[in-house]
């Protein structure tokens, strides 16, 4: 209980910090923009959001045992996918 709740909170502070970021960002940026470029800042970050919800998809729909095969065969990134998929609920969380 006590480790689900650290990470829930750390998990909370991450996303705030975040949000904050993306609202600063977003605000300097539109602060007297237009119309055209205020669309495409919110299509950015539609985009953004886009590319964390695959990634997150694929890593709880992945099957560890091909990784750890392409690992021993020091396959590029194949370190990185096992450690994705041994974590896929973290990341499922983060990257949502």
């Not at 977003?26 to 919110?42: P, R």
């Not at 992945?62 to 450690?83: C, I, L, Q, Y």
């Amino acid at each position: 209980m006590r480790k689900s709740l650290k990470w829930a909170s750390t998990i909370a502070v991450i996303t705030l910090v975040l949000a904050a970021i993306f609202s600063i960002m977003s605000n300097g940026v539109l602060h007297g923009a237009g119309a055209v470029v205020g669309i495409l800042v919110v299509l950015v970050i539609i985009l953004i959001h886009l590319l964390f919800d695959i990634i997150g998809v694929a890593a709880t729909a992945a099957d560890e045992v091909p990784f750890h095969a392409m690992a021993a065969k020091k396959v590029r990134g194949a370190k990185h996918a096992v450690w994705i998929t041994k974590k896929r609920r973290s990341c499922l969380c983060f990257l949502q």
